[in-house]
């Protein structure tokens, strides 16, 4: 009877352990690995060392235009380490509706998005991506974390992985405050 009480302790306890330390292994945003527009795996282990803006975008959003101001940002930083992240969302009143392919045209043909895009994704919610659960979690990210509150909401990344700042949909991509401190993070 001690050696089954013996086992099955042993059990819940490796079985518990898994379950913590796949929770704790989210601890830095490049633990992620995202699929990107056209299916692949991508880890964001890829750009450690990088500066990122990680933005959850819509094709049909009052915002859309960011676009723009988001392409201009990451091509004229790109080579100083600086890669902006698109990842469409269809949170909110249903504003990126299309599929990945339609998302990527829609992108590339109106935009010339160069900067990485990745698959839908929501941002919000029961069914929140757990990236976007890490970046909104005042647990794990008690400085800027929060609700998404609508499309083109953007996260700061610096080059060690840390969130060091957060701006809302209003915020534009070339907004003064934006863009010091993203060549404050540069340096």
Same mark, same amino acid.
């Given at each position: 009877?001690?050696?089954?009480?013996?086992?099955?302790? %042993?059990?819940?306890?490796?079985?518990?352990?898994?379950?913590?330390?796949?929770?704790?292994?989210?601890?830095?945003?490049? =633990? !992620?690995?995202?699929?990107?527009?056209?299916?692949?795996?991508?880890?964001?282990?890829?750009?450690?060392?990088?500066?990122?803006? +990680?933005?959850?975008?819509?094709?049909?959003?009052?915002?859309?235009?960011?676009?723009? #101001?988001?392409?201009?940002? @990451?091509?004229?930083?790109?080579?100083?380490?600086?890669?902006?992240?698109?990842?469409?969302?269809?949170?909110?009143?249903?504003?990126?509706?299309? *599929?990945?392919?339609?998302?990527?045209?829609?992108?590339?043909? *109106?935009?010339?998005?160069?900067?990485?895009?990745?698959?839908?994704? %929501?941002?919000?919610?029961?069914?929140? @991506?757990?990236?976007?659960?890490?970046?909104? %979690?005042?647990?794990?990210?008690?400085?800027?974390?929060?609700?998404? %509150?609508?499309?083109?909401?953007? !996260?700061? +990344?610096?080059? =060690? #992985? *840390?969130?060091?700042?957060?701006? #809302?949909?209003?915020?534009?991509? =070339? =907004?003064?405050?934006?863009?010091?401190?993203?060549?404050?993070?540069?340096?």
């Amino acid at each position: 009877m001690m050696r089954f009480l013996c086992i099955g302790i %042993s059990v819940c306890m490796m079985v518990f352990g898994i379950c913590i330390q796949g929770e704790a292994a989210m601890t830095n945003i490049y =633990d !992620f690995t995202m699929k990107d527009i056209d299916g692949k795996d991508v880890s964001l282990s890829a750009f450690k060392g990088k500066v990122l803006l +990680i933005v959850n975008v819509a094709s049909k959003c009052g915002f859309t235009g960011q676009y723009a #101001g988001l392409e201009k940002l @990451h091509a004229t930083y790109t080579n100083q380490g600086f890669v902006v992240l698109g990842f469409p969302a269809n949170d909110f009143l249903g504003q990126e509706p299309g *599929t990945e392919a339609e998302i990527k045209n829609f992108c590339t043909l *109106t935009y010339g998005v160069t900067f990485p895009m990745f698959s839908k994704i %929501s941002v919000k919610g029961k069914d929140i @991506h757990p990236l976007y659960e890490f970046l909104t %979690s005042n647990k794990t990210n008690p400085r800027f974390g929060g609700a998404i %509150s609508w499309n083109f909401n953007k !996260f700061l +990344i610096a080059r =060690d #992985g *840390t969130i060091v700042g957060r701006f #809302g949909s209003r915020t534009k991509p =070339d =907004d003064k405050e934006l863009v010091e401190a993203l060549e404050m993070a540069l340096k």
